[in-house]
Structures are given as structure tokens and as C-alpha cells.
């Protein structure tokens, strides 16, 4: 008895030291994983007060925090934003994970569901991501060269259209001028016929309640009851009629037009089935959110520069006598390709003025990094991850001057976006999420500034425009006086 108390007591005693034991092993372990992910973690921005600190920086202006935050911490850190952690990675050596990973790693949905009321339902970020792969497919297929051509003759004949109303002299607002050109061309080519010719005036201004109806406030609270919500949502109510009616017509009478609508409306989806009247709808909405802004703050800042830079100009005048020479007076599609300085001076402005200033998305698995001096950092999952256009754009070590205006950067022998290698320059984004709307952008703003160059003398008239930070699509703060006088580019 006394025996089997002893071995039981033994025993028990074994078992609490086995249980002590391990309990301490799986501390120690515990301690030395933690420590060393610990170490791992991308360091973190330092702020005050303890909760608030981080989006106060932010607050200030997210490029003004990373310049200060990529001088003490490097290319890769973690500010704290309330209950979220965001994770910058600025420059290529650290940003190809995220521009290539697949949703299933780095998503866009969570974080761009602000969109949501106001592109409508059943499209982009409302639908699962094999429907939004799909989705998009329509619109690489709208935006292929064989309707790029079509789309070019239509914005070549709006330019000409828009600065023959010009007087032969006088002043006037480029950027205010530029954005309504662009809207013009866009509901030529994206809305279609019918809005351009008939409706331009009611759809402009359901489109200026939709656009409205985004503020910094909507990112966090997209259906928050207040005013600019409300008219949002009767626009968006508004459209979905007028682009039903249109659809209608168009099934019914079979008439076709070279347009994004008549592409949206002849996509089927894998099984067959075809897009709803609200499908193109919100898709038409999307495209025209995508590539609206960001195609008219391009125009201004290229020729702002064009403007102030007398040597940009004179190359890109020449490069216009040379194909007057060649091609006479037409502007096509192909002839719009052969402008390469002019391209490079539009890329140089997009360079230093990306419109969307960061991309974000949310990370679902951890995943590893690299810096350029050799440091590697673990990203948790359930971080959101960034990177700056903005703020990368001028990376000292991937851009010579980056500062300064120098179109000749992307020249052959230069190339300064590839050498550092893929992702050095983003305005576009890049790789899985790569703009769509590229070339349509180039071609709109070529047919732009071929047609201006070649039909007028220009100066800026008030001071070079400062950048609006504070607008969701950052652009140019104020007016862009331009002073003008009716010339022919003569080729001699
Ligand atoms: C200068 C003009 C433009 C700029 C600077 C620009 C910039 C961008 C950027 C940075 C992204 C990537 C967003 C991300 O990774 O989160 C993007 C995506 C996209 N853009 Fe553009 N864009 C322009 C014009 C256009 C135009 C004209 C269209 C259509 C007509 C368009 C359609 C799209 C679409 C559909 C996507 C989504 C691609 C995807 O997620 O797979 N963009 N754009």
C-alpha cells in the first residue's frame, strides 16, 4: 500500500516534472521564434501619442512621412494607423512581391471597396475576384489596337473641334480646358455616340455628382448619410436609366458603334452568359473613374513643362516637322506611335506628378523581403502592404536627379526606368494590376499636345502650378494661366 502510494506520488512527481519541463522548453522556443520573427518585423514608425501618433504623420501628407520615414528607418517599415498596420515597400529591390502577387496573397478588394456605391453592384470590387478577372478581360478587349484606332480618330477630331472655338489670341485656364476635352473625348470613345452627341450636358453633370460623392471621408465611411453620399447615389440611380435606355435602343435597333459601350455590351463571360445592362454600366463608370483625372492632370503637367523647359519643346517641335514631312497633316493611330520625344516628355511629367499617389493592398499570407543592402524583413499577414508612386518615382539611386525634369532619362542609352529593373517606374503600377488604360492614356494626351504644339504659340501666364495633395487624384493646385496665339508649325 505504502509501496503504491510512493511509486503513485513517484509518478505523479515525474509527471509534473515532464509537464514543468516541456511547459519551460515551449517557453524558451516560444521566447527564441518570437525574438527572432521579432527581429524580423519591418521597424516600426516611431509616434505620439501611442494610438494616434502614426495617422497624425499620416495625416500630414503620406509622402511628407515617407521622405521623413525612409531617411531614419530605410525602404521597408510599419507605421501603426489605429488597429491597422501599414507596411511601406519603396523601390523595385522591395516592391515585386507587391506588384506580383496573386489575390489570393495581396488583394485589392478590402481596400478598394470604397468604390463600391459608386461604380454600382455586380462589378470590379462588388464581384469575386474570377468574375473581376473576367471583368477586366472586357475591358483589355475594349482597349485593344484594333478599336484603339477607331478611339484615336475620335479624339483627334474633338481636339480639332475643341481649339477651333478658341479665338486666335487670348488666355485661358489649361487645366479647366483640358479636363473638359477630355470628358468630351471620353464620351465619344468610352460612353458612346448617343451621350456625346445628345445627352454631353445631363451626364456631365450626374458624372460631376458621382465624382463629388468621393471624399477622403468615403474611403473609410463609403455609405455615411450625408449630402454628397446621397447625390452620389441618385447619380449612380440616374446613369443606370440612361445607359439602359441607350442599351436597349442599341440591342434593338442591332446599330453598332465603335465605342467601350458596344465592346461592354458584346462580352460574355466564360459560361456564355452575357453583361447586364447594370454590368456595362458600372464598367463604363470604372472606366471613366480610372481615366478621367489622371489623363487631364497628365495633360497639365506636360504642358506645363513643355511650357517652362523652351529646349523639351523645340525637340518635340521638331519631331512634329519631321512627321508633318512625312505624313502631311493626318493624325492617326500609327503616326501618334512615332512621337517618341513627346512620349518621353509625357512619361517625364507623369514621373514626377503620378496622380495616384499610393497603392495599397491587404496581405493574406506572410511573405518575406529583401533590401538592397541586404536586410530581410517577415510582413505578417493581415497587414496592408503600400507603395508610392510618388515617393518612389524619385528614388535618387533609380533616377538621376530625380527632381528635375529630364525627358531624355528614358531615351536609348539611358533607360533609366529598366535599369534598376522592373517596378523603378510606377506611375502605371505594374505587373498583375497594371494599368489597362495605358496606351489610351498616351494616345489621348498625344492627340492633345500634337494638335496644341502644332496650331498655337503657348506661355505660361501665371507662376509653374504647385502639386494639390489634399485631392484624391493629386494634381495641379489652382488655375494654369496659358497664354496663346493662333500659329501653323511650318516645316521648314
Ligand atoms: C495618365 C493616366 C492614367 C494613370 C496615371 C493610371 C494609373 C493607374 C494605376 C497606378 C493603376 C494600378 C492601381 C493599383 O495597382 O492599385 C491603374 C489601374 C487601372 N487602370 Fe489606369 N491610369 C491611367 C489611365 C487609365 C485609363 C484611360 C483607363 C481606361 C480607359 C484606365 C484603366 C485602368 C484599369 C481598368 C485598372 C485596373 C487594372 C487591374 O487592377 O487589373 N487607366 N491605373
Known amino acids: 500500500m ?43 514608425v516611431k509616434s505620439w501619442p501611442p494610438l494616434l501618433g502614426g495617422l497624425l504623420k499620416f495625416l500630414k501628407g503620406p509622402v511628407v512621412m515617407l521622405r521623413e520615414e525612409y531617411g531614419k528607418l530605410g525602404s521597408v517599415f510599419t507605421v501603426n494607423l489605429l488597429h491597422k498596420k501599414i507596411t511601406f515597400l519603396i523601390g523595385p529591390e522591395v516592391s515585386a512581391h507587391f506588384f506580383k502577387a496573386s489575390e489570393s496573397d495581396l488583394s485589392q478588394q478590402e481596400i478598394y471597396r470604397f468604390n463600391v456605391p459608386t461604380f454600382g453592384p455586380g462589378v470590379v470590387f462588388d464581384v469575386d475576384y474570377s468574375v ?33 472655338k478658341w ?79 441607350i442599351i436597349c435602343s442599341r440591342k434593338e435597333t442591332g446599330k453598332s458603334e465603335n465605342d467601350m459601350l458596344q465592346c461592354f455590351i458584346e462580352s460574355k463571360y466564360k459560361d456564355g452568359r452575357q453583361t447586364t445592362e447594370g454590368e456595362v454600366t458600372g464598367l463604363l463608370i470604372a472606366a471613366l473613374f480610372a481615366g478621367q483625372h489622371t489623363s487631364s492632370i497628365t495633360s497639365v503637367w506636360t504642358g506645363s513643362y513643355l511650357m517652362k523647359y523652351k529646349q523639351f519643346q523645340s525637340a518635340v517641335l521638331d519631331e512634329q516637322k ?13 503616326i501618334l506611335s512615332e512621337m517618341d520625344v513627346l512620349y518621353r516628355c509625357i512619361k517625364e511629367a507623369l514621373r514626377l506628378h503620378p496622380p495616384l499617389i499610393m ?15 541586404g536586410k530581410e524583413y517577415d510582413i505578417p499577414k493581415g497587414h496592408i502592404v503600400a507603395t508610392s508612386p510618388a515617393f518612389a518615382n524619385r528614388l535618387p539611386h533609380v533616377f538621376k536627379d530625380p527632381d528635375q525634369y529630364d525627358p531624355d532619362r528614358f531615351a536609348p542609352g539611358r533607360e533609366e526606368d529598366k535599369v534598376a529593373g522592373a517596378f523603378s517606374y510606377i506611375s502605371f503600377g505594374g505587373g498583375r494590376h497594371g494599368c489597362l488604360g495605358e496606351p489610351f492614356a498616351y494616345l489621348q494626351i498625344k492627340a492633345i499636345w500634337s494638335h496644341l504644339l502644332r496650331n498655337f504659340e503657348l506661355e505660361l501666364d501665371s507662376p509653374f502650378p504647385d502639386i494639390d495633395w489634399n485631392a484624391m487624384v493629386v494634381g495641379v493646385k489652382g488655375n494654369v494661366m496659358v497664354r496663346y496665339k493662333r500659329r501653323k508649325l511650318s516645316v521648314d
Request: net charge positive; charged share 30%.
Open 2 to 44: 505504502t509501496e503504491s502510494m510512493d511509486s503513485k506520488d513517484h509518478n505523479w512527481g515525474n509527471l509534473g516534472l515532464i509537464v514543468l519541463t516541456t511547459l519551460l522548453i515551449a517557453k524558451i522556443a516560444s521566447a527564441l521564434l518570437f525574438r527572432r520573427s521579432d527581429k524580423r518585423l519591418p521597424p516600426t
Open 132 to 164: 473581376r478577372q473576367e471583368q477586366f478581360r472586357f475591358f483589355t478587349e475594349s482597349l485593344r489596337v484594333n478599336k484603339l484606332k477607331g478611339y484615336v480618330d475620335q479624339m483627334v477630331a474633338e481636339a480639332e473641334d475643341y481649339f477651333s
Open 167 to 245: 479665338a486666335d489670341s487670348g488666355v485661358v485656364d489649361l487645366k479647366y480646358e483640358l479636363e473638359h476635352l477630355i470628358i468630351l473625348t471620353a464620351s465619344r470613345c468610352l460612353l458612346g455616340r448617343e451621350v456625346r452627341d445628345k445627352l454631353f450636358v445631363d451626364v456631365s453633370a450626374l458624372f460631376h455628382d458621382l465624382d463629388n460623392g468621393m471624399l477622403p471621408v468615403s474611403v473609410l465611411f463609403p455609405y455615411l448619410p450625408i449630402p454628397a453620399h446621397r447625390r452620389r447615389d441618385q447619380a449612380r440611380r440616374k446613369l443606370a436609366e440612361v445607359f439602359t435606355n
Open 322 to 334: 519631321n512627321l508633318l514631312k512625312k505624313h502631311g497633316d493626318k493624325v492617326d493611330h500609327d
Open 359 to 373: 497603392l495599397m493592398r491587404t496581405s493574406h499570407s506572410d511573405f518575406s523581403v529583401k533590401t538592397r543592402e
